[in-house]
């Protein structure tokens, strides 16, 4: 298979590799591109999380929380940073906002299809329409997800001024102040961190299974004179670690470095009297895995190859 400049760049924000590293990394794989990555993890030149790709297309997470119960999140995109600061733009995802955790679609093109609660003459996506030419810009509604918390609260987050949103469901028989400010303490952590999983009890164990393949070989190459009953102890041991940088409850509290998330919760629970537990959290970033247009780059990327 014929390996392009593109594949070597979609690699490389995926890796953190080098470009040289990622051509060789498909060309060893025949150009596919999770062999390609797990190729690379085990020689070392990638880190363990693949990247979802830089962080590029613009726009706006809203959250909405209705009587501690309710809860929708949205990410509305735009073309530049210019729109998703202006007022109309905020206005028009807030709105959307709204929408969502009203309604009871269950997936995006329902939603679209929906009457828009501001004018049922419209739908959703005449809505949007609309908003695109008064704004002059592509306009495009691309996630939304809702949560109700049946037997505690939920509560949200947004950093950056709506570049990363998040919500939060736990459950618990107090709903009070001092609870809902330890869930949002959790939310941002998870901003922060970006968590996969609530606690390891949540991983697969093919997901652990895959992982070992993968450090086993990185130690190998690393360690080649090592027995494997040392290399099984280390690759044991780095699995561990990396599970606790990618589940909520084993990851160190940003606000006490002293204690985990699970033990600031068991913390407030006995401060109210009452277990409060994480039932689900859902995180967004504005433009996550979207890539703007770079002309230069695939351009950059065929000299090297030559």
């Known amino acids: 298979m014929a390996i392009t400049a593109a594949m070597v760049k979609e690699l490389r924000e995926m890796t953190g590799a080098g470009m040289m590293d990622c051509k060789k990394a498909l060309n060893e794989t025949n150009g596919d591109m999770e062999a390609a990555v797990d190729y690379l993890r085990k020689n070392g030149q990638a880190k363990a999380e693949k990247k ?88 495009n509604i691309r996630r939304f997800k809702k949560i109700e918390a049946k037997n505690g609260c939920v509560v949200s987050y947004l950093h950056g001024g709506g570049r990363i949103g998040v919500l939060v469901e736990a459950n618990t028989s107090v709903v009070n102040d001092l609870v809902k400010e330890a869930l949002v303490n959790v939310a941002m952590q998870i901003a922060a961190l970006s968590p996969k999983y609530i606690s390891s009890k949540d991983v697969s164990e093919e997901y652990k299974e895959h992982e070992k393949t993968i450090l086993l070989e990185q130690a190998k190459n690393e360690n080649p004179n090592k027995p494997d009953n040392i290399i099984e102890k280390m690759i044991i041991g780095r699995l561990n670690k990396e599970l606790k940088e990618i589940c909520l409850l084993d990851q160190a509290y940003v606000k006490d470095g002293d204690l985990t998330v699970e033990k600031y919760l068991d913390k407030v629970s006995k401060e109210v009297g009452s277990p409060v537990t994480i039932q689900q959290f859902i995180r967004f970033e504005t433009g996550e895995g979207i890539e703007k247009k770079e002309e230069n780059f695939a351009e950059e990327v065929a000299k090297q190859m030559r």
Do not use: C, H
Request: proline share 1%; no cysteine; charged share 30%.
């Open 52 to 139: 979802a790709g830089r962080i590029a297309a613009e726009g706006l997470v809203k959250t909405v929380v209705k009587e501690d119960k309710r809860a929708a999140i949205v990410e509305v995109n735009s073309e530049t940073d210019f729109v998703a600061k202006n007022e109309e733009f905020q206005s028009y995802v807030t709105a959307v906002a709204e929408q969502a955790v009203l309604s009871s679609a269950q997936d995006l093109d329902s939603f679209l299809g929906e009457p828009w609660m501001l004018d049922s003459g419209k739908t959703v996506k005449d809505a949007l329409t609309e908003k695109v030419a008064i704004i002059g810009e592509n306009l």
